[in-house]
């Protein structure tokens, strides 16, 4: 069975540094999508950024990347120039690709990141 | 575009009762996953619907059961509501897994419906 683990329960950034996310997860699957997503007070679930397993090169989006190291099963999230409303609840999150018999998402227990000013 | 709402925000209920919680996904799209936010728990996945069938379920007693409708908004209903069953209830929605260019894009949530049980 496939897992995610969240090893940092809390993370604190001052406004305008760089904070990095941790995650690993276990699957003896090759082809899998891995995401982060973000859940502040609101309780909206917003998709950060996601990564394909079969492409090598990590993805951005703005001021968020990751580094997947994928030999490793490693799916870091690094925030850089972090700002205020980048506090929040965020998830790793796995999921399997695509025959049709599941598309569930297994989630992290998550991480709580706080940004002072 | 509107993205996925859940109704009701909020929703109190007694031991024993019977919920019902409501989704409407993003329009264009046809499958939508049901996921419960319990404090201590996680996210854990519950069910999942994809033009009018149940295509995967978690690991949940027979008392989490749902539907799909020909519009593919959904509905989960959860009976004999116990203390254990307070948590957040979030949908999800994503196109339909038989569209070959489509069916990876990421799934979209929505606010969630927290579920109290007194």
Known sequence: ?117 | EAGVTQSPTHLIKTRGQQATLRCSPISGHTSVYWYQQALGLGLQFLLWYDEGEERNRGNFPPRFSGRQFPNYSSELNVNALELEDSALYLCASSPTWKDRDRRNQPQHFGDGTRLSIL
């Open chain 1, 1 to 117: 069975a496939q897992t995610v683990t969240q090893s940092q329960p809390e993370m604190s950034v001052q406004e305008a540094e760089t904070v990095t996310l941790s995650c690993t997860y276990d699957t003896s699957e090759s082809d899998y999508y891995l995401f982060w997503y973000k859940q502040p007070p609101s309780r909206q679930m917003i998709l950060v950024i996601r990564q394909e397993a079969y492409k090598q090169q990590n993805a951005t989006e703005n001021r968020f990347s990751v580094n997947f190291q994928k030999a490793a099963k490693s799916f870091s999230l690094k925030i850089s120039d972090s700002q205020l409303g980048d506090a929040a609840m965020y998830f790793c999150a796995y999921r399997q690709n695509y025959g049709g018999a599941t598309n569930k998402l297994i989630f992290g227990t998550g991480t709580l990141l706080a940004v002072q000013p």
